[in-house]
C-alpha cells in the first residue's frame, strides 16, 4: 500500500471487547543491517533463507539471503507496472502477491524464477503459510484462506475485537497463531486464525533512533525466527531490522 507517515502509537482501535486484549511490547535482543532502499512489504524466514518482498511501481523486488549472514543470494524485479506485496514459501513454490494489481507470482523457492501466476479479486497486503492453508491480508480486519497449489479462496475470518486494524504483513507462527502488522501504525495483533479472536496487542514504536528515522516509512514485514520465540521486525526504508521478543508492556 501507498507509503504514508505513521500514526501516534496509541492502543490499537477498536471493538468493545479491545480494551480487555493483553497488551505487549518489544525486547529488543539484536539489529541487523537492512537495505534503505528496500520498501519492505513482507518477510518469511524458512529454514536458512530471508525472503523479502519489497513495493512501489517500477522499483518492487523479491530477494532471497542467507537468514544467518544476511548474504544476497538472489534478487529478480518485478515488471515495472507490478507493486510488490506479501510473500511466502510453500513447499517448492514462493507466492508473492502485489497490490492492486490482482496477480499472484509462483517461483522458483531458489532462483526466484517465475513459474506461473494466479488472479484474485481485490487488494493483496500480507501473505503467511499455515500447514496446508495460505492466509491473506488486504487491509482490512479479515484474513482469506488460500489453497497452496491454486491459490484460489477457500474461506475467511473476521477480527472479533479490532473491527477497524488494516491487516498488513503477515507471520504464520510455529504454534499455529498469526501476527499482523497494522497499517499505518506501530503495532502488532496476535491472532488465533481459526476463530479471528485478537490473542494479544503489541506496541512495537520506538525501535529506531530519531537520527536513523529520516527517510523511512511504517513499520512493515515479521518473521519468526526458526526454533526460536524471536522475531525479525522490518520497516520502509528502514536501515536496520530488529530482532526482539514479546514481553508483556
Known sequence: MLAMLAAPSAACDTGDSAVNTPQLRVQVVATRPHDRSAFTEGLEI???????????????????DDATTGA??????LPPEFFGEGVTRVDDTVWQITWK???????????????????????????????????????SSTLTFRD??????????????????RLNSLNCAADGTVYANVWPTDHILHID??????????DASGLLAPADKLGTDVLNGIAQVPGTDHFLLAGKNWPLTFEVRFVPA
Open 101 to 139: 494489481n490482482q496477480v499472484a507470482f509462483a517461483r522458483d523457492p531458489v532462483t526466484l524464477a517465475e513459474r506461473g501466476r494466479a488472479s484474485y479479486e481485490g487488494e493483496g497486503w500480507g501473505l503467511c503459510t499455515l500447514g496446508d492453508r495460505v492466509l491473506m491480508s488486504n487491509g
Open 148 to 165: 497452496p497449489v491454486t491459490f484460489a479462496e477457500t474461506g475467511s475470518v473476521p477480527l472479533t475485537s479490532h473491527g477497524t486494524a
Open 46 to 64: 524458512d529454514g536458512g533463507l530471508l525472503y523479502e518482498s519489497t513495493g512501489l511501481e517500477g522499483r518492487s523486488t523479491l530477494r532471497v
Open 193 to 202: 486464525p481459526d476463530t479471528g479472536r485478537v490473542l494479544g496487542d503489541i
Open 72 to 77: 544476497q543470494l538472489g534478487r529478480v524485479d
